[in-house]
């Protein structure tokens, strides 16, 4: 899978993660995680490392732009379970493109959680098509947080057009 999409800056390319990608994805990982989320919850600052290791996924797409992977994004089943956009990169489609490819590649709805400490995230998923379904306490760096659950209804989806009846 490569995809190349449009942008008003440069070309995104999306393709799914390789072994080769996992330091770049891991620098990206912390430095997403400190720029969102260091200034709200200090405490945990020393926990957004390089060093982390990536989250288990059955998929993981990256987002390529210049020769350089720019953001990725984790999906278990239907699930979004991280979506990370180099701070240098944010605000130029990267996001949007890694998450139009994972509806490209989900049957059904798509879920997502996002920190309730991330407001400017969940701005970006309701621009998406996502609705906040509730709100619950999730683990989060030996700690808790509490989450928005999210989904973007997708009625009809299913492999080759098919209905969920056959």
């Not at 999306?14 to 400190?34: G, H, K, M, T, Y």
């Not at 992977?69 to 890694?98: E, R």
């Not at 306490?137 to 098919?162: C, H, L, N, Q, Y």
Request: aromatic residues 6%.
């Amino acid at each position: 899978m490569h995809r190349t999409h449009p942008n008003a800056h440069h070309d995104i390319e999306l393709r799914l993660f390789s072994e080769d990608d996992r330091a770049s994805c891991q620098r990206i990982a912390a430095l997403a995680a400190l720029s969102s989320y260091g200034p709200r919850m200090p405490e945990l600052r020393g926990r957004f490392v390089e060093a982390q290791p990536l989250e288990p996924a059955d998929e993981r797409i990256v987002a390529v732009r210049d020769s350089a992977i720019a953001g990725f994004l984790d999906l278990i089943g239907s699930h979004v379970s991280n979506l990370f956009v180099d701070p240098q990169h944010q605000g130029q489609g990267i996001g949007t493109a890694l998450m139009a490819e994972a509806a490209r590649r989900v049957v059904g709805d798509l879920t997502l959680s996002v920190f309730t400490l991330n407001p400017d995230a969940r701005r970006l998923y309701e621009r998406l098509g996502f609705r906040i379904e509730g709100v619950k306490t999730a683990p989060f760096a030996g700690s808790s947080a509490e989450v928005w659950i999210m989904r973007k209804p997708r009625p009809g989806k299913w492999p080759s057009g098919d209905t969920p009846e056959g």
